[in-house]
T-cell receptor, first 111, second 113 residues
């Protein structure tokens, strides 16, 4: 079993839709949870950063972490064509040094 | 504030050759991590340098080696290149280790023929 599982999609939605992206993980030592956005042939760009369980909102983006279920989510409201990218979940433990990534979900928002 | 920069942007090598990739960390960051991202996959951790010392290593063979310099810039060296080394190589810098946010550069795309 991989440490982090993420459905690679692809996911295609109409403009204005609410998008839900998810990851599950198996390592209970993970404490910090991130979502990165990666445009084609570019480096990952940090979108959201959450410590432990709970919700965090930033504009149209909401990140949720449920440590009891080992499940994290990213919601995008009022999705725009410019949101079309690959979304990577990543996580790390307190005394760890490496980010462990999911495989990434390819999202296309159609005008 | 200058972000993470990497050079070169692209390069093409043949099997068996050696390559050096370079990374300049974000201003004030003393930790650099390197990742390999194969097409359609998430980034895989290669190693991390903290204040010029290797701080951790992923599941990569010894022909992958690195350096961090006093100004916290870093190099990734790969010897005896193999076809499977073709990937996007990403450098990330952070203020410290552990849960500190890692900011990524644009990557170097390496093609091995």
């Amino acid at each position: 079993q991989k440490e982090v599982e993420q459905d690679p999609g692809p996911l295609s939605v109409p403009e204005g839709a609410i998008v839900s992206l998810n990851c599950t993980y198996s390592n209970s030592a993970f404490q910090y949870f991130m979502w990165y956005r990666q445009y084609s042939r570019k480096g990952p760009e940090l979108l959201m950063y959450t410590y432990s369980s709970g919700n965090k909102e930033d504009g149209r983006f909401t990140a949720q972490v449920d440590k009891s279920s080992k499940y994290i989510s990213l919601f995008i409201r009022d999705s725009q064509p410019s949101d079309s990218a690959t979304y990577l979940c990543a996580m790390i433990g307190d005394s760890n040094y490496k980010l462990t990534f999911g495989k990434g979900t390819l999202l296309t928002v159609n005008p | 504030e200058t972000g993470v920069t990497q050079s070169p942007t692209h390069l093409i090598k043949t099997r068996g050759q050696q390559v050096t990739l370079r990374c300049s960390s974000q201003s004030g960051h003393n930790t650099v991590s390197w990742y390999q991202q194969a097409l359609g996959q998430g980034p895989q951790f290669i190693f991390q340098y903290y204040r010029e010392e290797e701080n951790g290593r992923g599941n990569f063979p010894p022909r992958f080696s690195g350096l961090q310099f006093p100004n916290y810039s870093s190099e990734l060296n790969v010897n005896a290149l193999e076809l499977d080394d073709s990937a996007l190589y990403l450098c990330a810098s952070s203020l410290g280790v552990g849960g500190d946010t890692q900011y990524f550069g644009p990557g170097t795309r390496l093609t091995v023929l």
